[in-house]
């Protein structure tokens, strides 16, 4: 069983930087694939970003490419979302899961959650 921590988010003005963090215990971190979702009021939960095992493959949403980046530290059993220029339309909750034995990176399936962070963006 693996528990999953998101300890950052915040209020953060438009264009400048935020970065998310996720912490991994439990379980063997690099054995599981690590992404980040979102959900805004009044819609459903969509994919952010996606990153493999060993970090070499990854995954985003068209409306975040260019602008954020996945990143995973094994060592650390820590994953991070880099938000270079978040926009007001980026706030919402984000959630932090892992993919238990993923072979390739998928944007569902995942199989634990962490308890999510709010993110608000303003103009």
């Known amino acids: 069983q693996v528990q999953l921590v998101e300890p950052g988010g915040g209020l953060v003005q438009a264009g400048g930087p935020l970065r998310l963090s996720c912490a991994a215990s439990?379980?063997?971190?690099?054995?599981?694939?690590m992404g980040w979702f979102r959900q805004a009021p009044g819609t459903g939960r969509e994919l952010v970003a996606a990153?493999?095992?060993?970090?070499?493959?990854?995954l985003y949403a068209e409306s975040v490419k260019g602008r954020f980046t996945i990143s995973r530290d094994n060592a650390k059993s820590t994953v991070y979302l880099q938000m270079k220029s978040p926009k007001p339309e980026d706030t919402a909750a984000y959630y932090c899961?892992?993919?238990?034995?993923?072979?390739?990176?998928?944007?569902?399936?995942?199989?634990?959650w962490g308890q999510g962070t709010q993110v608000t963006v303003s103009s």
């Open positions: 899961a892992a993919d238990q034995g993923a072979v390739v990176v998928r944007r569902k399936g995942y199989d634990y």
């Open positions: 439990g379980g063997a971190f690099s054995t599981h694939a």
């Open positions: 990153i493999g095992l060993s970090g070499g493959s990854t």
